[in-house]
């Protein structure tokens, strides 16, 4: 008769070992009889031969044909079934009764799960919680535990550990996985937390505050380490090791404190290179190679990152245009890049590398990104103490000291770093009057806006010949000046430009009557009307001013046959150093 099922069962299943491994050397063996293959035999030592343990001869495997002592596991294992009626087998305890209490717990785990589809208990929770890992993985496999539960026994460095692989896996860059993981690991350390359950918002908040304290993090390096946890605790619920998103509210504090970045001007770009050419080595970089560095960076927009990643292959040409080429995974977008450079600055890298090979980097020598931004200070220091010094007197020196030229942190609160050379590289095509869209594509960026607000941002000394294109707006005593009717000198160049009221009072040129189409020859609204704009003489005879609504743009500025198409045509800017309107 089968023995009835009482909800467990425990037991230790054998080991097998090679004899001579598992006996001492003096131990006697039961000879093995071929004719009663399955009589027991034993293998037995020390004194009236009482210490003995089971033997049999192994039928196949390598130890095929060998004597094999049966030995008994340390660790018991219990039997029972799960919500399927399925007898299952789960290692617990090497001590009887801990195996025992386990067992009944699992017992009682699995019938409340029959009961209400999960567990529910809370004191049963708590309980599983407290059992081995493996326990729990074996749980998880039987539907009785969530993913979760068997998670959160983990220590979070091997969650960590887990998440840096899944990043990798995913096609993500070294050094991107390397910087969360280290933001993640420093935040975890400054909380002290050991276990996912540990994460809560006000520690997470108040181990980035710390952070701030002793490391002075801005508020956009404080978002970043923010960004990073979040990202590591959605991975996480992704991946059911967690239940829910522990850190929901956690939202990255509001930038108020960002520096931006400035352009260096043309003659601030000479002078930095021409530091760095003459200057010693840096940070393990000798001038030459910093200088044309520079050059690069100037020349192609190149972020620092692909400037690293540029191999004497990347060198190319596109018909008559000397190109630089990177594949996509050492873009910043993703997206491979083909940057037109200007021919000298090809020329000049073609002797850099000389005779490289093809998968030589043209600037191996670059140092890492900090000690880059280092770099790049020294050599403006050493620039703007070459200028102090041309000083001629000591008067200029002083007023030169004053200024902010090739200073790394400038009046207005901007600061110039090594990616301000990207800045100048749109800035140089501003001052060239190249189209905003041409700008854009040169920059590769994917919105308009962001090359046109954040990226060159003109200064005054280059918005100062800007203003030279803006009409003169002279009163009637100055323009009296401008005829010669003073000793004052007249301009010549200076366009003969009077204000309305002068002509009107002049007796001057009749103003053309233009509709608001454009078209000449309608009469004006003074015509029209006469008594609504006021009449044309006053009580004592005289002839009275003109209503400036009836001058037209050509009797107030000389100007013959002009006339006003649109109000875009009115309101477009006029491009630096032209009378064209600009796209910018």
């Given at each position: 008769?089968?023995?009835?099922?009482?909800?467990?069962?425990?037991?230790?299943?054998?080991?097998?070992?090679?004899?001579?491994?598992?006996?001492?050397?003096?131990?006697?063996?039961?000879?093995?009889?071929?004719?009663?293959?399955?009589?027991?035999?034993?293998?037995?030592?020390?004194?009236?031969?009482?210490?003995?343990?089971?033997?049999?001869?192994?039928?196949?495997?390598?130890?095929?044909?060998?004597?094999?002592?049966?030995?008994?596991?340390?660790?018991?294992?219990?039997?029972?079934?799960?919500?399927?009626?399925?007898?299952?087998?789960?290692?617990?305890?090497?001590?009887?009764?801990?195996?025992?209490?386990?067992?009944?717990?699992?017992?009682?785990?699995?019938?409340?799960?029959?009961?209400?589809?999960?567990?529910?208990?809370?004191?049963?929770?708590?309980?599983?919680?407290?059992?081995?890992?493996?326990?729990?993985?074996?749980?998880?496999?039987?539907?009785?535990?969530?993913?979760?539960?068997?998670?959160?026994?983990?220590?979070?460095?091997?969650?960590?550990?887990?998440?840096?692989?899944?990043?990798?896996?995913?096609?993500?860059?070294?050094?991107?996985?390397?910087?969360?993981?280290?933001?993640?690991?420093?935040?975890?350390?400054?909380?002290?937390?050991?276990?996912?359950?540990?994460?809560?918002?006000?520690?997470?908040?108040?181990?980035?505050?710390?952070?701030?304290?002793?490391?002075?993090?801005?508020?956009?390096?404080?978002?970043?380490?923010?960004?990073?946890?979040?990202?590591?605790?959605?991975?996480?619920?992704?991946?059911?090791?967690?239940?829910?998103?522990?850190?929901?509210?956690?939202?990255?504090?509001?930038?108020?404190?960002?520096?931006?970045?400035?352009?260096?001007?043309?003659?601030?770009?000479?002078?930095?290179?021409?530091?760095?050419?003459?200057?010693?080595?840096?940070?393990?970089?000798?001038?030459?190679?910093?200088?044309?560095?520079?050059?690069?960076?100037?020349?192609?927009?190149?972020?620092?990152?692909?400037?690293?990643?540029?191999?004497?292959?990347?060198?190319?040409?596109?018909?008559?245009?000397?190109?630089?080429?990177?594949?996509?995974?050492?873009?910043?977008?993703?997206?491979?890049?083909?940057?037109?450079?200007?021919?000298?600055?090809?020329?000049?890298?073609?002797?850099?590398?000389?005779?490289k090979l093809p998968q030589s980097r043209v600037f191996p020598t670059i140092p890492p990104t900090w000690n880059v931004s280092r770099m790049f200070k020294a050599d403006l220091l050493a620039a703007r103490d070459t200028w102090l010094a041309e000083a001629p007197t000591d008067a200029?020196?002083?007023?030169?000291?004053?200024?902010?030229?090739?200073?790394?942190?400038?009046?207005?609160?901007?600061?110039?770093?090594?990616?301000?050379?990207?800045?100048?590289?749109?800035?140089?095509?501003?001052?060239?009057?190249?189209?905003?869209?041409?700008?854009?594509?040169?920059?590769?960026?994917?919105?308009?806006?962001?090359?046109?607000?954040?990226?060159?941002?003109?200064?005054?000394?280059?918005?100062?010949?800007?203003?030279?294109?803006?009409?003169?707006?002279?009163?009637?005593?100055?323009?009296?000046?401008?005829?010669?009717?003073?000793?004052?000198?007249?301009?010549?160049?200076?366009p003969p430009v009077v204000l309305a009221s002068s002509l009107a009072q002049s007796g001057g040129r009749r103003p053309t009557p233009v509709d608001s189409g454009g078209r000449s020859g309608v009469p004006s609204a003074?015509?029209?009307?006469?008594?609504?704009?006021?009449?044309?003489?006053?009580?004592?005879?005289?002839?009275?001013?003109?209503?400036?609504?009836?001058?037209?743009?050509?009797?107030?500025?000389?100007?013959?046959?002009?006339?006003?198409?649109?109000?875009?045509?009115?309101?477009?800017?006029?491009?630096?150093?032209?009378?064209?309107?600009?796209?910018?």
């Open positions: 008769m089968r023995r009835k099922w009482t909800g467990f069962r425990l037991f230790k299943p054998a080991r097998y070992e090679p004899v001579v491994d598992a006996v001492p050397a003096d131990a006697v063996i039961d000879p093995f009889d071929p004719t009663a293959p399955e009589r027991r035999r034993f293998a037995r030592w020390g004194s009236d031969d009482k210490q003995r343990i089971p033997v049999i001869r192994a039928k196949k495997g390598k130890h095929a044909g060998a004597d094999l002592a049966v030995l008994p596991t340390a660790t018991w294992y219990a039997e029972l079934k799960d919500g399927r009626e399925k007898i299952r087998r789960v290692p617990l305890f090497t001590d009887r009764r801990a195996s025992a209490t386990a067992a009944e717990l699992l017992v009682a785990a699995v019938a409340d799960v029959q009961v209400s589809g999960r567990l529910t208990d809370a004191d049963l929770i708590k309980r599983v919680a407290m059992l081995p890992e493996r326990v729990r993985v074996k749980l998880v496999t039987w539907g009785i535990l969530e993913p979760e539960r068997v998670a959160g026994g983990r220590t979070i460095a091997a969650h960590l550990a887990d998440w840096h692989a899944a990043l990798l896996n995913r096609g993500t860059s070294r050094l991107q996985c390397d910087l969360v993981r280290g933001r993640v690991e420093r935040l975890l350390a400054s909380c002290r937390a050991q276990r996912l359950a540990d994460l809560t918002v006000d520690r997470v908040l108040q181990a980035v505050a710390d952070l701030r304290g002793e490391k002075g993090l801005s508020d956009r390096t404080s978002g970043f380490y923010i960004a990073s946890i979040l990202q590591f605790v959605r991975w996480c619920v992704r991946d059911r090791r967690l239940g829910e998103n522990v850190l929901i509210g956690l939202d990255r504090p509001q930038v108020t404190d960002e520096r931006e970045r400035d352009t260096l001007a043309p003659d601030e770009q000479n002078r930095l290179i021409a530091a760095a050419q003459h200057g010693p080595v840096r940070r393990g970089m000798e001038g030459r190679d910093r200088a044309m560095l520079y050059r690069a960076g100037l020349g192609s927009g190149f972020r620092l990152g692909e400037l690293r990643a540029l191999m004497v292959a990347s060198l190319g040409a596109d018909g008559d245009t000397a190109t630089l080429s990177l594949p996509a995974a050492a873009t910043k977008n993703g997206v491979a890049a083909v940057q037109p450079i200007p021919d000298d600055l090809a020329a000049a890298l073609r002797e850099h590398v000389g005779l200029a020196r002083a007023e030169r000291e004053q200024s902010d030229f090739l200073s790394d942190r400038r009046h207005n609160g901007k600061i110039l770093c090594f990616h301000s050379l990207r800045h100048s590289y749109v800035g140089n095509l501003k001052r060239g009057n190249v189209g905003l869209m041409s700008a854009m594509v040169l920059a590769r960026h994917s919105d308009p806006r962001l090359t046109a607000r954040r990226y060159g941002v003109l200064g005054l000394r280059d918005l100062a010949g800007a203003i030279k294109c803006l009409p003169s707006f002279a009163t009637p005593a100055e323009a009296g000046l401008r005829e010669g009717t003073t000793d004052t000198p007249v301009n010549a160049a200076d003074a015509q029209k009307t006469p008594a609504r704009l006021g009449k044309t003489a006053n009580s004592s005879g005289k002839q009275a001013c003109a209503p400036v609504a009836q001058l037209d743009r050509a009797s107030v500025f000389g100007t013959e046959g002009y006339r006003f198409k649109s109000c875009r045509a009115r309101s477009a800017p006029l491009a630096l150093g032209t009378g064209r309107p600009s796209s910018w």
